[in-house]
C-alpha cells in the first residue's frame, strides 16, 4: 500500500508523543504511525474489500465499525460495528479469522483458552454479552444481560472480564466446567456522574479508564473506587480513550456520533496535538502496546 502522508495539527510540546495507533470507522480500520510531526498511514483494512467475509459482512454488517483493539501482542485486531458484526482479522494478512453476526456489537476481548466474549448495545436482539469459542464463528455458547454493552476487557492479573453497561462495571470470572466454559458475575460497581457508559480501557497502573455520558473517570476495580480524570473531565461525548506508558489517545464526537480526528497528549494534560483523520466518520483509536 502506498504510504499517505496526514498532515498534524501540533502545540507546542516539549517531548514527542509517538507510537502506532489503529484508528477506525465506517468499514475501516487504519493504522498510523505518529510521530513528532505528522501520522503516516502504514496499513488499512476495509470490509468491503475482504474477499473471505460472506456479503452480507462486506456490504452491511461490518458499515459502522466501533471498535479496533489490538491483540495477541498486535499481531490481530478484534474489531466490532454497531451494524451488527465482529471480526478478529490477522495483521500480517489482513485475513478474518473469526467472525459473528452480533447486533449493535460495541466491543469485544479475548479470553484465555481461545475463546472471545462481544458486548452489544441497545437493540432488540441485543443488550447482552455473548461468549464465543474462536474455533467455530457465530455459534454462540453463552448470553449474559448487559443493558447498553459498551465495553469488554479482559485483565490477565486479576483473571477477570470487566464490562462495561449503561448504569455499571461488572466483574466475571470465568469458570470451566464438565458443561464448558462459562461466565460468572464476582461484582458491580455502579458508574458515576449521568451514566451512559461508553468506553472502558486498561490504564498503565493496572487501573481503567472510563468514559460516561458527562465524564471520564479513573476506576480502580480494586478499591471499587471512581476518581474524575482531570484533563479530560468534565467532557461530553468522548467515544474512546487508550493509553500506554506515557502517552493517551482519546476521540470526542464532533458530528453526531463521529469525529474527524483524535488528540494525542501526556497523561496529565500536556503536549495536546491534534491528528485529522481525513475521509473517515472516526470512532476509536487504540494504541499498539
Not at 468499514?27 to 474489500?49: G, H, Y
Not at 457465530?138 to 469488554?152: K, N, Y
Request: charged residues 25%; proline residues 6%; hydrophobic residues 40%.
Amino acid at each position: 500500500m502506498t504510504m499517505i502522508l496526514l498532515g498534524m495539527l501540533l502545540a507546542a510540546a516539549s517531548v514527542e508523543v509517538s507510537g502506532l495507533v489503529y484508528a477506525c470507522g465506517d468499514d475501516q480500520v487504519r493504522e498510523l504511525k505518529i510521530d513528532s510531526k505528522a501520522a503516516t498511514e502504514s496499513w488499512r483494512w476495509s470490509a468491503k474489500a475482504a474477499a473471505d467475509l460472506p456479503r452480507d459482512y462486506r456490504d452491511r454488517l461490518l458499515g459502522h465499525i466501533d471498535e479496533c483493539k489490538p491483540v495477541e501482542d498486535g499481531r490481530a485486531i478484534l474489531v466490532t460495528a454497531s451494524t451488527g458484526g465482529a471480526v478478529l482479522i490477522d495483521r500480517a494478512t489482513g485475513k478474518v479469522q473469526f467472525r459473528a453476526r452480533v447486533p449493535m456489537a460495541h466491543s469485544a476481548a479475548l479470553l484465555p483458552g481461545g475463546l472471545v466474549v462481544i458486548a452489544l448495545s441497545i437493540d432488540p436482539a441485543g443488550d447482552r454479552l455473548d461468549l464465543y469459542d474462536l474455533r467455530h464463528s457465530e455459534r454462540v455458547i453463552q448470553t449474559l444481560p448487559l443493558p447498553s454493552g459498551h465495553g469488554a476487557v479482559w485483565d490477565e492479573r486479576r483473571q477477570r472480564l470487566f464490562a462495561l453497561s449503561h448504569d455499571l462495571v461488572q466483574a466475571f470470572r470465568l469458570d470451566r466446567g464438565a458443561a464448558g466454559p462459562r461466565l460468572v458475575e464476582s461484582a458491580r460497581w455502579s458508574l458515576p456522574g449521568r451514566h451512559d457508559g461508553h468506553d472502558l480501557s486498561p490504564a498503565p497502573d493496572g487501573g481503567y479508564f472510563v468514559t460516561t455520558d458527562d465524564g471520564v473517570w479513573r476506576f480502580d476495580p480494586d478499591g471499587g473506587s471512581f476518581a474524575a480524570y482531570a484533563p479530560l473531565n468534565p467532557g461530553r461525548q468522548v467515544k474512546a480513550v487508550s493509553a500506554v506508558d506515557d502517552r493517551i489517545a482519546w476521540v470526542q464526537a464532533e458530528a453526531s456520533r463521529w469525529a474527524h480526528g483524535f488528540t494525542v497528549m501526556r497523561p496529565d494534560g500536556s503536549d495536546r496535538r491534534h491528528v485529522p483523520v481525513p475521509d473517515l466518520h472516526l470512532y476509536k483509536v487504540r494504541w499498539v502496546r
